[in-house]
Nanobody, 124 residues
């Protein structure tokens, strides 16, 4: 069992930055690929990016590539999402998720555990 708790959300003006954290419980955290997803109002859940268990490989959605960076610290059981050059369209609830399969994947159904989400609001 893995429990995930996101933090770091908030309100920021366009062009600003935020860093989200996702703290995981469980001894097997280091074996999971960790993904970030988001859900904007009245939209479907959207893949943001994923990092492989060893931190050596990351994949990003087109909307995130070049602006967002995922990293992880397995010693702290934490994964991060650094978001720069934020835009109003980045406004959403952001979720981290853990994938116990080989991964990494952008398919939400492949993920076994989810956090409760943290709100990010970007204003003009």
């Amino acid at each position: 069992q893995v429990q995930l708790v996101e933090s770091g959300g908030g309100s920021v003006q366009a062009g600003g930055s935020l860093r989200l954290s996702c703290a995981a419980s469980g001894r097997t955290f280091s074996s999971y690929a960790m993904g970030w997803f988001r859900r904007a109002p009245r939209k479907e859940r959207e893949f943001v990016g994923v990092i492989k268990w060893n931190g050596g490989t990351t994949y990003y959605a087109d909307s995130a590539r070049g602006r967002f960076t995922i990293s992880r610290d397995n010693a702290k059981n934490t994964v991060y999402l650094q978001m720069n050059s934020l835009k109003p369209e980045d406004t959403a609830v952001y979720y981290c998720a853990a994938d116990s399969t080989a991964g990494p994947t952008g398919r939400a159904n492949d993920y076994d555990y989810w956090g409760q989400g943290t709100q990010v609001t970007v204003s003009q």
